[in-house]
């Protein structure tokens, strides 16, 4: 990208558009790839109210980092279960996979537990994808508003935007949690959905399960609650249920659930959303979800639902990688906020852009964000041995 932009050419709101793929290919994935990247007067991403993201120009090939975090991807996977399902797989690659997703769903049935049925379950190529279809969906006539929290994911908020919707942004709590409080207040009769995402993404900060319980389901009486639970799987802690069951109570939620975090298939495109049967017809009046999934996946999906020890061992790890990183980041006095993901967020103060741009020369991927005017490094967790070269490097740079 040419950084030398006309600053007289910068909207009166600070902000101006280039083309997405110009900017960074990964980042302007989605519903509509093709849509400009907003940059702000200061060159920045520009993401939210509360929130930036530095960029480069030309970061170098991800696939020949020493330490590649920059994804919140595992590490580790896809499970050998997964790996095998599709090599044998492969052969039937001919043929629809309808009878083998109806097994699938089975086998989410069966764990998301008492009171929901396959016609609770919506599949898809990713849970991203199913957050783009709802918002479609919901606002597809170009009225009404969303509720979220800033930050946040913005995959569903974008999509929603773009076909016209109004986006309600309501700031975290000081402990970086959702404000249910403020968010409820922020509902009026324009509304038409709720996001929320437990555990946060890019913060890692997860709200109370309780509470959020008790939020979804008064207020889902008013409005659907759509609650994206990426990485729920990976949190640790007493309070970290999930929200989908709800659904048994006959509550308007929507739960999003993914096969790329835990089980470590974020290439090979598996999510699904559970939701109550009436609101499911309404998306898939509109669009299909499991006719965009492939074969070979399916049966990936299929192996690694019920790969426990994968799971398990996923888990094991990357909490032993967080408590690595946590006492370095102590050792070196970064105020770290506590993370229920798979990625940890904390202040730096060397520019956003730089500090990207030397990590990379390291060797290491890792994103920068400038969020509540503070600069942030967001990094994923990957094996001990990538956790250890990211230490290394934040020391040579602190």
Known sequence: MNQNIDRRNVL???LMALGGMVVAPQLSMGAFPNTPVQLDSKN????TPLMREHFISNPPDVTKLKARLNANENPYGPPASAKQAVVDSV???NRYAWKELSDLIG???KKEGPGITPNHIMMGPGSSDLLEKVALVEFMNGKGNIVSADPCYMSLVNVAKTVGAKWKAVPCKSDWSHDLAAMEAAIDADTKLVYICNPNNPTGSITAGKELLDFCSRVSEKVP??????????AEGSDTQSMVSLLAQNKNVIVARTFSKIMGMAGLRVGYIAALPAYLNKIQNIT???MGISYT???AASASIEDMEFQATTKKLNTEAKAYLYANLDKMNYKYIPSYTNFVIFPITMDGKDFLAKMYSKGIGIRTFDIQKKTWCRVSMGTMDEMKIFVKALEELS
């Open 297 to 299: 996946s399916v049966l």
């Open 91 to 93: 052969s039937l690659g």
């Open 288 to 290: 299909r979800g499991g």
């Open 225 to 234: 609650i759509f609650v994206d639970e990426a990485y729920l799987e990976l």
């Open 12 to 14: 009166k709101s600070g």
């Open 107 to 109: 086998k989410i049935v």
């Open 44 to 47: 920045r991403l520009y993401y």
